[in-house]
């Protein structure tokens, strides 16, 4: 049986008022969200994201594995409960866009298309379209970034862990 795993979320707060929700997940039957340009992005009203946080805590268990897990935060078994409380605390705890970028590499880039090559086949597996050459455009900035996510169009985000102080 598979469930969910949550490698990672952040959350950002942008200058239009709303949030960005940046997710890094899969499975533990796939190999997605292992990689830290597997990030998805999706942003909200502040009250569009306090309905998908209470849709997980609502009628949730909270702390409680009576029977198993419902999802795998980080490398803890958690409850769907638990994630709800921990979207609400970095939503609290949420950073500006500014903020963010000077505390970690980050980077987004738009998926304008895919160019094949000669290719006969109607069905491509993913190693196949892996070998493709995908056109990417950079995003630089917070707007590019709102704009591009509202026009629905795909994004890769990569997101580093915090910098570290060497000048301790």
Request: glycine share 8%; aromatic share 14%.
């Amino acid at each position: 049986m598979g469930y969910p795993i949550i490698f990672d979320t952040q959350i950002i707060k942008l200058s239009n008022g709303k949030l960005l929700h940046l997710d890094r997940s899969g499975c533990n039957n796939d190999s997605h969200g292992r990689r830290l340009s597997e990030y998805t992005g999706k942003i909200y009203t502040y009250d569009e994201f306090q309905k998908y946080v209470d849709s997980f805590t609502e009628n949730g268990i909270k702390n409680g594995i009576l029977d198993g897990f419902d999802i795998i935060l980080g490398s803890e078994n958690a409850t769907y409960y638990d994630y709800g409380k921990q979207l609400a605390r970095k939503a609290k705890n949420a950073k500006t866009y500014e903020e963010f970028c000077a505390e970690r590499w980050f980077s987004a880039s738009s998926l304008d298309g895919v160019k094949i090559h000669e290719s006969e086949a109607e069905f491509l597996t993913p190693k196949e379209f892996e070998s493709y050459s995908r056109k990417l455009t950079g995003l630089n900035n917070e707007d590019e970034i709102i704009n591009t996510l509202e026009s629905n169009k795909h994004i890769y985000f990569y997101v580093d862990k915090k910098y570290k102080n060497i000048y301790v």
